[in-house]
């Protein structure tokens, strides 16, 4: 059955914006959250992004959560070394982008960043992780800034850091686990795109049903089948690029002594990475994202 399955990311691109398939998410979002959310409406589609950078599987979702407070989480799929400012960028740019000119700052709301990265992202043993501000005692470690009565009154929350924005970091390749939980029953789907026939989960039993790649009309499925087959083929050369760029540029440190010599080692990776993926025919502005390289270097190739 896994086969069969949609990918949960192409699948959140094209199927989860369906009013009809929010079920799907929101169980993935109620799952990861701990609470009962409903999905209000989608912010914003990767048709009206500015950039290139902003239309790889980015979602900005409005949703409701028990207490009837609206959120807006993002979440994110993407590959990039400087993915930790990638985050803070889509916090700043949705907090900015959905607060009117004249509001008063109350008007801020919530944001949570929900990140799905399915390559290395820094260091740890975990494979979910989890963010959020904290004011602390300079003299005092254990003295958390509170929020007073009133402003509890107004905003949800106990601490002052409950205002500001959470992150979730999921490293779904570093699930090799039975899935025992609710949330390790949506992480192993997120990595192999399977669903074991026990799942009850929130919102994987419906995922079961309704991202099945032989309901796909024949259009959509051979666009998905291409897609995957570039995604599997972008791995391997990004995995395969980076590794002998890495591996140049510390051999001609070593031999010239200098930081420089790893530095030109990578770049150069980035370029042999671009070679390849444009003579796959792959799109300008998907390789110019996955190698960082300007446009106009890769056209230049």
Known sequence: MGGNLIRFDWAMKRLLRNKSNYVVLEGFLSTLLGEDLRICRFLESEANQ?????????????????????????????????????????????ISEYINLGDDYDKVRKVYSINIVYFDLGQGKDYVYHGKTEFRGVHDKNDILRLSARQREIFVGKDAGDVFPEYYVLKVNDFDKVAKTPLDEWIKFLKTGEIDSTATAKGLPEARERLRVDSLPD???????RDMEALRYQRSVIKTGWYEGREEGRAEGL????????????VEGKFEIARNMKAMGMPIDVIARCTNLGEDEIVAL
Not at 219 to 225: T, V
Not at 260 to 265: D, L, S, T
Request: net charge neutral; no cysteine; charged share 40%.
């Open 50 to 94: 500015e950039y290139a950078s902003d239309k790889f599987n980015r979602a900005d979702i409005l949703v409701e959560d028990t207490e009837g407070k609206l959120l807006i989480i993002e979440v994110q799929n993407n590959r990039e070394l400087d993915y930790f400012h990638r985050m803070l960028y889509g916090v700043s740019k949705t």
């Open 219 to 225: 259009k959509e499925k051979r666009a998905y089948y």
């Open 255 to 266: 031999k010239e002594g200098r930081a420089e010599g790893r530095a030109e080692g990578r």
